[in-house]
């Protein structure tokens, strides 16, 4: 059973471009959260999504960022005209419940680098 | 609001001793769920030990285990017998009830030396 799968790794993006993270759940998982972690800082709660909804997108920033979760494929980060700013690692876990007790299985992250 | 503070930004102990990790929470829910994940230098995110706000007795997990103190909101992570792989970053984490997401601490970063 493979874990949470993310990709790419590493993206370096130049600044105005635009970055797609892509995070496949755990298979059985309909629960997909995106986190974001700045060098030497703990994660940040970005959005959760189930499968064709957000349901809670309380630390997205405003603009510039969006995020699905379609019925077939994978889930989506985007962040449209990058800043040096948005360079950060991203995260994705998922779990197969929305239980309090639900462990969250992360990915191995994508590390922006916005040039 | 809610909020997790790890106070200690570095720690280091030596190898096969036993060593403290320090979270404290803040929350006005009664039901909460709290957790200790390890960040290794590769950067992945590794679960370590959950324990339930109404859970009586401290979790454990092999090496790891929870020292829960309600009344003082505290969750501290103690790990028994360091070893040279248990130098990481470790963040503990919580989640509220109704709240899917996980509010995490800035971490602490352990050295276990030889």
């Known amino acids: 059973n493979a874990g949470v799968m993310q990709n790419p790794r590493h993206l370096v993006r130049r600044r105005g471009q635009e970055a797609r993270l892509r995070c496949s759940p755990m298979k059985g998982h309909s629960h997909v959260y995106w986190y974001r972690q700045l060098p030497e800082e703990g994660l940040k709660f970005m959005v959760y999504l189930q499968k064709e909804n957000i349901i809670d997108e309380s630390g997205m920033p405003k603009e510039r960022f969006s995020a699905e979760f379609p019925k077939e494929g994978p889930s989506i980060l985007r962040i449209q005209q990058v800043v040096r700013g948005d360079s950060a690692a991203y995260f994705c876990?998922?779990?197969?419940?929305?239980?309090?007790?639900?462990?969250?299985?992360f990915g191995q992250g994508t590390r922006l680098t916005v040039v | 609001a809610q909020k997790i503070t790890q106070t200690q930004p570095g720690m280091f102990v030596q190898e096969k001793e036993a060593v403290t990790l320090d979270c404290t929470y803040d929350?006005?829910?009664?039901?909460?769920?709290l957790f200790w994940y390890k960040q290794p230098s590769s950067g992945e995110m590794i679960f370590l030990i959950y324990?339930?706000?109404?859970?009586?007795q401290n979790a454990t997990e092999g090496r790891y285990s929870l020292n829960f103190q309600k009344a003082r909101k505290s969750a501290n992570l103690v790990i028994s017998a360091s070893q040279l792989g248990d130098s990481a970053m470790y963040f503990c984490?919580?989640?509220?009830?109704?709240?899917?997401?996980?509010?995490f601490g800035a971490g602490t970063r352990l050295a276990v030396h030889p």
């Open positions: 324990q339930g706000s109404y859970d009586e």
């Open positions: 876990a998922s779990s197969p419940t929305s239980a309090l007790a639900a462990e969250a299985f």
């Open positions: 984490a919580m989640r509220e009830h109704g709240y899917n997401k996980l509010i």
């Open positions: 929350t006005s829910d009664q039901s909460y769920g």
